[in-house]
């Protein structure tokens, strides 16, 4: 299994707290991404990260925002939580070009709910 | 419409029978194409690559059929342990790796 690591695995929070979610790597891969998936919606991409300092904006990116201050970890930053955000939330990681290729290996999930 | 789809199910077969997934996409310059195999409640798994020419793993094999913008799933003999839901993942570009997910085929396979 490819080393990825999420913190916390398990987290209820109310509406208006702030929240992080950690995402940790071991495999030195370049791209990090942050995925959300809900019932009938799949998964959905908020934020992605091609390198250290290096991200952008994926299709649901409103209400979180993201950091990457080293190559292994990738923290997922929900402002002000709402009921919406109410998900399981899922790190990747890629290395396109490297011995990888385009696989994209997920991390075992975080599980957020906001009362 | 969704860029790419997948028929929901549930799939409900028995053991030993053979079971199709077909997936449509929206994005006709997609560059590739995968299976993933999702547990209820785990992580999305590559279950495999799908390759223009298709490709067979065990009793999976993979097709991809760019004309008509699907790729499709066959599992053979299919085991209790092949209950999952079945993602099909294309990637719009070689830009970096935008993937875009199905929202998943749930397969039940029964004894």
């Known amino acids: 299994d490819a080393g990825i690591t999420q913190s916390p695995r398990h987290k209820v929070t109310e509406t208006g707290t702030p929240v992080t979610l950690r995402c940790h790597q071991t495999e030195n891969h370049r791209y990090m991404y942050w995925y959300r998936q809900d019932p009938g919606h799949g998964l959905r991409l908020i934020h992605y990260s091609y390198g250290v300092k290096d991200t952008d904006k994926g299709e649901v990116s409103d209400g979180y925002s993201v950091s990457r201050s080293k190559t292994e970890d990738f923290l997922l930053t929900l402002e002000s939580a709402t009921s919406s955000q109410t998900s399981v939330y899922f790190c990747?990681?890629?290395?396109?070009?490297?011995?990888?290729?385009?696989?994209?290996?997920f991390g075992e999930g975080s599980w957020l709910t906001v009362v | 419409r969704k860029e790419v789809e997948q028929d929901p199910g549930p799939f409900n077969v028995p053991e030993g029978a053979t079971v199709a997934f077909n997936c449509t996409y929206s994005n006709s310059a997609s560059q590739s194409f995968f299976w993933y195999r999702q547990d209820c409640r785990k992580e999305p798994k590559l279950l495999m690559s799908v390759y223009s020419s298709g490709n067979e793993d065990g009793r999976f094999t993979a097709q991809l059929n760019r004309a008509s913008q699907y790729i499709s799933l066959l599992i053979r003999d299919s085991k209790l342990s092949d209950s999952a839901t079945y993602l099909c993942?294309?990637?719009?570009?070689?830009?970096?790796?935008?993937?875009?997910f199905g929202g998943g085929t749930r397969l039940m396979v029964k004894p």
């Open positions: 993942v294309v990637n719009k570009n070689n830009a970096g790796n935008m993937l875009t």
């Open positions: 990747a990681i890629s290395d396109p070009g490297g011995s990888s290729g385009n696989t994209i290996y």
